[in-house]
């Protein structure tokens, strides 16, 4: 089992940034690549970001990529989400999950899931 606590979200104007970080305990960290994904109301969960066991690999939906960077500390058992120029329609509940196997944009590929934190952008 991998427990997931994402923070870090919050109220930021359009332009803003915002630092996510998602803390997990249980099993070794690095076994697991690692994901985010957002949900606004009324609409489905969406990749944001992925990233591999090592971190020598990153992946990013296209509507984010050049705005935000994940990256991942294995010695502190967390990953991040940094977002920069964040826009209105980034707002969303975020979420971090963990893998094991599979691709990395599919939700249904992550075992673990955190409860996730609240990213509002006014414009």
């Known amino acids: 089992q991998v427990q997931l606590v994402e923070s870090g979200g919050g109220l930021v104007q359009a332009g803003g940034s915002l630092r996510l970080s998602c803390v997990a305990s249980g099993r070794t960290f690095s076994s697991y690549a690692m994901g985010w994904f957002r949900q606004a109301p009324g609409k489905e969960r969406e990749f944001v970001a992925g990233?591999?066991?090592?971190?020598?690999?990153?992946y990013y939906a296209d509507s984010v990529k050049g705005r935000f960077t994940i990256s991942r500390d294995n010695a502190k058992s967390t990953v991040y989400l940094q977002m920069n120029s964040l826009k209105p329609e980034d707002t969303a509940v975020y979420y971090c999950?963990?893998?094991?196997?599979?691709?990395?944009?599919?939700?249904?590929?992550?075992?673990?899931w955190g409860q996730g934190t609240q990213v509002t952008v006014s414009s």
């Open positions: 990233i591999r066991r090592s971190g020598g690999a990153t």
């Open positions: 999950a963990a893998r094991v196997s599979g691709s990395y944009d599919y939700p249904e590929n992550y075992d673990y």
